[in-house]
């Protein structure tokens, strides 16, 4: 799907030091399309330009799961993208479109190491 | 892939009441099998029998792009995990022919919700 590939290339997202923090979202995809893959690439790019965005990973695989990490540089930028009003309007179409269920995580990255 | 099938049937990870720990490991992968897929799957079955394990959620895309998430207890948890001689083969095998480039963060779960 041409969404799944926009999130896909995000590839790695290029963090500070720790600390900050990271927005776990694990997602089951229902069949529904509905405008998915344009929100999700439309979700991206918003992200992109909000104070405090860090960066973002994200994997959808075959069987419909998926797993969307985004990096922020404090609990208040979640909180203000998680309050904004076209961010508000994919999460509800998510609850009742898009996702059969969901988990979200806020974590603070204390450590972090690559290859 | 027959890893990539178990992995993915990790499904959603049933975490306890935060505040918990989460391992986000991030993955390119090389083209190089090599045991790839039987390493996955007794890693998560290795994992699992560890002291603080709490669950995994693992995805990898057609690309090879991969994000795999492990919950865990403590630190202490974690860095044992992270020393198991079994893993320890493991991680200096990945470095050396599976991944082409990875990101690890170890990050402390202060909130989580579900759909």
Redesign the interface.
């Known amino acids: 799907m041409e969404g799944?590939?926009l999130m896909?290339?995000t590839?790695?997202?290029k963090?500070p030091e720790?600390p900050y923090y990271?927005v776990?979202f694990?997602s089951?995809r229902t069949d529904a399309d509905r405008g998915y893959d344009h929100m999700a690439a439309r979700m991206v790019e918003l992200a992109a330009t909000m104070p405090g965005f860090l960066g973002v990973?994200?994997?959808?695989?075959?069987?419909g799961?998926?797993?969307t990490?985004s990096y922020w540089r404090s609990e208040d930028d979640i909180k203000h993208w998680k309050a904004h009003s076209e961010h508000q309007v994919a999460q509800q179409t998510g609850?009742q479109v898009w996702?059969a269920?969901?988990?979200?995580?806020?974590?603070?990255?204390?450590?972090?190491?690559?290859?």
């Open positions: 799944d590939k896909s290339t590839g790695f997202a963090t720790p990271a776990i694990t089951q990973e994200s994997v959808r695989g075959a069987d799961l998926g797993i990490v609850k996702y269920d969901y988990a979200l995580r806020v974590a603070k990255v204390e450590r972090a190491y690559g290859k």
